[in-house]
């Protein structure tokens, strides 16, 4: 495991959990709402990215994976906006290809186990930041 693949980060960063606590007043409700929120748009989310590469629509895909990448880091999950980054990179070099339908596909299969892998041990980990 290499920094690269985003597997020797931490999961969760509780430094920008704190932050963001801080920025809302420590009102529980906001903080906890917000990071509710990003736990229930993570399987529409992961569903979007995989549909859009699966089609071969690179545009589409780009979108999709910037919305998962930046969502991750607003509440510090460091793994899986690493991986997001990484697929981020491989969707951009595919849709500068020949062909990026012919490759999307295949950027599906190398990255949506881990995803889903890291976005589910994420989110049972915020879940348990916010109980």
Known sequence: MNQEDGHSLPLLDDSVLARLRAETD??????KVFVQ???EQMPPRIE???STLTSGDAKSALTAVLSLRTSAQMVGALQLAAI???LEQAI?????GSDPAAVLPGLA???LR???NTGQRTTSQLETVIK
């Open 37 to 39: 929120n990003f736990i």
């Open 26 to 31: 420590d009102d529980d409700g906001i903080w």
């Open 114 to 116: 881990r995803l889903v």
């Open 84 to 86: 997001a980054l990484e």
């Open 109 to 111: 299969a190398k990255y």
């Open 48 to 50: 979007k990215l995989r």
């Open 92 to 96: 951009r070099g595919a849709a500068t």
